[in-house]
């Protein structure tokens, strides 16, 4: 391990001792552990720290970029939006599950502030097809958390499936995901192009029939 990775302050050097948390929210109450808005660049870094994200399966501190994320999610920290993006590429590059699933819920704690952000990443056809897919989740979930935004986020999903000719079927299925989640009648219209287009991989949400029995 690096003097790089090791070299943090007190408090946030105790996420590097915590181990192993729970998927989709780790229950920990940073606050409690002194860590503070003070400390979110320190979080940052350790979030994004190459040499921990790659540490050894079994050390504690492979799993001290996960506490970070989350708690950069309980200070609804916005300046982490954009580091945390970055780290939808590992589900490409690395298969790897804990960015791919935590991330998003992580962006969406973060607020409405990341749905400018992860609208471009999903956007810029140069990232791998399941970071931009987990981008699209950021925008669902946002959607849902955050009903002011509901109607944002929809239009954002949309006007990327209305793109459906330029992209993958599998992306595009996964755009109509969220959609689903969202009960988003109103991109309705695009939907049913993308699948009249037969431009829709069938093998994730079903047939439009499918689709129009979930919304």
Not at 19 to 40: A, F, Q
Not at 74 to 101: F, I, K, N, T
Not at 151 to 170: G, H
Request: hydrophobic residues 45%.
């Amino acid at each position: 391990m690096s003097d790089r990775s090791t070299a943090y302050a007190p408090p946030v050097d105790k996420l590097l001792t915590l181990g192993k948390p729970e998927m989709h929210g780790t229950g920990v109450d940073y606050g409690k552990l002194g860590i503070s808005r003070e400390h979110v660049p320190e979080l940052i870094r350790m979030a994004t720290d190459e040499a921990l994200n790659t540490a050894p399966t079994e050390s504690t501190q492979v799993w001290a970029p996960v506490h970070a994320w989350w708690a950069l999610a309980q200070l609804r920290a916005e300046e982490a939006v954009a580091p945390l993006l970055s780290l939808l590429q590992r589900v490409d590059d690395y298969s790897d599950d804990w960015v791919g699933e935590d991330v998003p819920r992580v962006l969406a704690a973060i607020g409405p502030a990341a749905i400018e952000p992860a609208a471009a990443y999903l956007a810029d056809a140069a990232h791998g097809l399941w970071a931009r897919v987990a981008a699209a989740r950021v925008l669902g979930l946002v959607g849902e958390s955050h009903p002011g935004s509901r109607a944002e986020c929809i239009a954002r999903l949309a006007a990327q499936l209305d793109r459906f000719t330029e992209q993958s079927d599998i992306l595009n299925a996964f755009l109509i995901s969220p959609l689903l989640d969202l009960r988003a009648v109103e991109a309705t219209p695009v939907m049913e192009k993308a699948f009249a287009s037969e431009r829709v991989d069938e093998s994730v949400l079903g047939d439009w029939e499918d689709v129009q029995i979930e919304l």
